[in-house]
């Protein structure tokens, strides 16, 4: 579970601290952020997706060689074709300095830090990197390990230092440090644990690294994120089984794959419950030389007569609904999910019933945890107010995020948390000035004739 993250000089935030942590330092499992539109809510998101991409950077490495770019070879256009291929290189096996240039704060000269407070097996701990323009300066990751508190490892410009608690055996402890030696700063020690994963027999490293270790690498490479950049919808999903990746359609070898049939009932128990007009859910088949193509369909009633609709025509909102749920069922299986802009095409209503249930489900779990940005003030009727954080900026861009537990303003029924926040008791809304519309119209209008009236005479008024 996330307890806080603490940005500096991270995209738009020059200093800010999200704190999840209620009674006892024990993070919240539910926790929804409203703020006004640039606020820098998604920025937040995507500083956790940040450091889950940079745990891949020597995945990418080791990807590289067997990278196919047969696919670009339909392109005549050699500047074109260039152009494709460096722009696919960039985005799927990107290095941690693509990254750190994406995330560096416009104009920046200070140092990038971002630090994640988590929460595991019932033990704090804290993972914090700092970057300049280039590389990582300086890594830390604390927690304990043996019924110890301590640095698992701390590694910056003046010293190196690893556990012998977390890696006990020397010779790779050794070996360890010799590759920090030859990629730190180029890659995180953590994208290079990763790798050992990636690159040799699991047991080997297992038998290698505390079994607590392991674990914190574990939770902590394991949250799931949809993160909107100006870009793009950015997913990086930590599910249990493949067919909750391609809900929509995809092949399989078998109609009775015993996943896809799991995966089809969820589905039919899920939507059945929240739309009235849909009567059952369940995917089509049909052979193809790789097996069989399987698509998502819905039984409905349209026009008195119940009809079958492929996923693809349906609306964003049920497409939407079906993209939250294998985030829903993750968060459920103990572990971190984190959405940008959540309710984006879904009903006020329909998102307030999805978050009751989602509450309750959560109730169930030890060190499950679902955080969302919003915008919906309808769900403020619902979410208690440890559940709800305010984004706030003022003139100066300097930014606040605080939870509406710590105000001490007494809430009546009538004047609700949605209430007192629309109203701005809380801040992070909307402030806008005054804008007469009509008369920017008349006075774009003008000019644009005026200007058209010059281009034809010249710039002589008397012709």
């Known amino acids: 579970m996330i307890s806080y993250i603490e940005l500096h000089n991270f995209k738009s935030f020059s200093n800010i601290t999200f704190d999840l942590r209620g009674p006892h330092g024990i993070p919240k499992k539910l926790a929804f952020l409203y703020g006004e539109n640039g606020s820098g809510k998604s920025n937040l998101c995507g500083s956790l997706f940040f450091i889950n991409q940079s745990f891949e950077t020597v995945k990418n490495q080791l990807s590289m060689p067997n990278l196919d770019l047969s696919q670009f070879d339909l392109l005549n256009d050699p500047k074109m074709k260039e152009e494709f291929i460096s722009k696919f290189i960039h985005t799927r096996y990107y290095s941690l300095e693509d990254l750190i240039s994406k995330y560096w704060t416009i104009d920046g000269t200070d140092p990038m830090e971002i630090k994640i407070g988590f929460y595991h097996d019932k033990k704090d701990g804290f993972y914090y990197c700092k970057f300049n323009k280039n590389s990582v300066i300086e890594e830390r990751l604390y927690y304990t390990v043996n019924e110890r508190a301590g640095d698992i490892f701390l590694i910056n410009s003046e010293c190196t230092i690893l556990s012998p608690s977390a890696f006990s055996n020397t010779k790779y402890r050794r070996e360890l440090l010799e590759n920090i030696e030859k990629f730190w700063g180029k890659h995180t020690f953590m994208a290079i644990l990763f790798g050992e994963f990636d690159s040799k027999n699991h047991k080997y490293v297992s038998d290698r690294i505390s079994p607590n270790l392991e674990s914190v690498l574990k939770s902590l490479k394991n949250c799931s994120i949809l993160y909107k950049s100006t870009e793009s919808d950015n997913y990086k999903l930590a599910i249990p089984f493949r067919f909750l990746r391609q809900l929509d359609s995809g092949v399989i070898n078998s109609t009775k794959d015993p996943e896809l049939l799991a995966v089809e009932e969820l589905l039919n128990t899920c939507f059945t419950q929240l739309y009235s007009d849909i009567k059952k859910v369940y995917y089509k088949f049909q052979k193809t030389d790789n097996g069989y193509q399987y698509e998502l369909f819905f ?29 829903l069922f993750t968060c459920t299986l103990n572990t971190t999910v984190l959405v940008d802009e959540v309710d984006t095409g879904i009903h006020d209503l329909l998102m307030q019933d999805i978050v009751n249930i989602l509450q309750d489900a959560l109730d169930e779990t030890d060190e499950g945890q679902f955080i969302a940005t919003t915008h919906n003030t309808l769900l403020l009727d619902s979410l208690k107010p440890e559940n709800v954080y305010i984004l706030r900026s003022d003139i100066l861009g300097h930014k606040q995020i605080s939870c509406v537990s710590e105000y001490t303003l007494r809430t009546h029924k009538n004047n609700s948390i949605r209430h007192r926040y629309l109203n701005g008791i809380y801040q992070g809304i909307p402030e806008i000035a005054y804008i007469d519309f009509t008369e920017l119209v008349a006075d774009t209008m003008d000019k644009v004739k005026s200007s058209k009236k010059n281009a034809l005479t010249g710039g002589n008024e008397n012709a």
């Open 299 to 327: 039984n409905k009633v349209c026009a008195g007569k119940e009809c079958s609709v492929p996923i693809s025509l349906e609306s964003t909102g049920t497409q939407k609904i079906l993209d939250l749920i294998p985030l």
